[in-house]
Structures are given as structure tokens and as C-alpha cells.
């Protein structure tokens, strides 16, 4: 009966998340209410409020769970590259998904907008950041890179950003186009 309770616990706080993440996508951070996250969710208003103290910490939980998972992913699947061209290749074709229609983007895109007025909010992306980061340093000194590897990474993360952010204003852009420009900034020889 416990096990039950839990579970059934546990999957209204993945709708929960599901909804508080579709929704900062759909009509930004500050527009999220709790009966928005509730009908969205299916439940009753109070239910969000059972599980969370305010309709910020879910939105702090879930988007951080979001990004977690999508950065997580991100930098397992690129570490898995058995070079730096081939790691950048499969990079760039992975943004040219985010074209701002896609729910990942204008969620990321909100949350580090949000980052700027919620602390706990920025240190958690801080930290997912810093992890990526971190992955990518180790993965570029293992491939051959030979400037401070760390620099590279930032570079690389906030490229990254940059790009997804480009994208969305303009679905034309040719981010394939970019490997070169990157390969000799992260390798010193020309694309």
C-alpha cells in the first residue's frame, strides 16, 4: 500500500514536471501559475502545492531536472566522438535541431533568463554548466587538443548557447557551415 502511495506520488510529480516544463516554453517564466501547472498536470490545484512550496520551486525543480538530463546527454553522446572534427560534426548536427520550435530551446533560453533573479536557479545551472564543461575539457586533452583545454570548453558551452540562441532567430543558418571555424579554433589547424 506504501509502495503504491509512493508511485503513485512519484508520477504526479513527473506531470507536475512535464507540465511546468512545456509551459515555461509555452508562456515564459513569470507566466507559469499554479492552476496552469494543475490543469495542465490533470490534478487540483492544491496537489502542486502539496508537493511544492511555491510554483517557483517547481519550476526551479523541474526545468533543472530538463536541462540536467538534456545537458547530461549532451555531453555523454560527445565525449563518445573519437575526435574533435568528428565530435564537432555530431555538435552541430545535434543544434540544428534547436530551432526555437522545439521545446528545449525556449525553456533553456527562459531559464537563463530566470538564472538572473533566482539564486538557487543559477547555481544549479551553474553547476550542470561547470560539469559540462568539465566533461568536454577531459574529452578535448584525450583527442590531442593542445591550448588549455578548460578555455576551450568555455568557448565551445557558450558557443553552444550562442547558436541555439542564432538559430532561433534564424532557421536558415547554416550551423553545419560552422565546423571549420571550430575545428581550427579547437585544434589550431584549418577546418
Not at 2 to 15: C, F, I
Not at 24 to 41: C, H, L, Q
Not at 65 to 77: M, W
Not at 94 to 102: F, K, M, R, V
Request: net charge negative; glycine share 10%.
Amino acid at each position: 500500500m506504501v509502495e503504491r502511495s509512493a508511485e503513485r506520488g512519484r508520477a504526479t510529480r513527473q506531470r507536475l514536471f512535464d507540465a511546468a516544463v512545456a509551459l515555461i516554453g509555452e508562456v515564459g517564466w513569470g507566466g507559469v501559475t499554479t492552476r496552469m501547472v494543475a490543469e495542465r498536470a490533470g490534478v487540483a490545484p492544491g496537489v502542486v502545492h502539496y508537493h511544492f512550496a511555491s510554483v517557483n520551486d517547481l519550476l526551479v525543480e523541474a526545468s533543472a531536472a530538463f536541462a540536467g538530463a538534456l545537458f547530461g546527454e549532451a555531453a555523454r553522446r560527445l565525449t563518445e566522438q573519437p575526435d574533435i572534427g568528428s565530435g564537432l560534426d555530431w555538435l552541430l548536427g545535434e543544434l540544428s535541431g534547436y530551432t526555437g520550435a522545439d521545446p528545449a530551446s525556449p525553456l533553456i533560453v527562459e531559464m537563463y533568463l530566470a538564472a538572473g533573479r533566482h539564486p538557487e536557479l543559477r547555481d544549479r545551472l551553474r553547476v550542470m554548466i561547470d560539469d559540462f564543461r568539465s566533461q568536454v575539457a577531459s574529452w578535448l586533452r584525450v583527442n590531442g587538443h593542445t591550448g588549455d583545454a578548460e578555455a576551450a570548453a568555455v568557448l565551445l558551452a557558450a558557443s553552444v548557447d550562442g547558436l541555439v540562441l542564432h538559430h532561433s532567430l534564424d532557421p536558415a543558418t547554416d550551423i553545419a557551415a560552422l565546423a571549420a571555424p571550430l575545428r581550427a579554433m579547437l585544434t589550431g589547424q584549418p577546418g
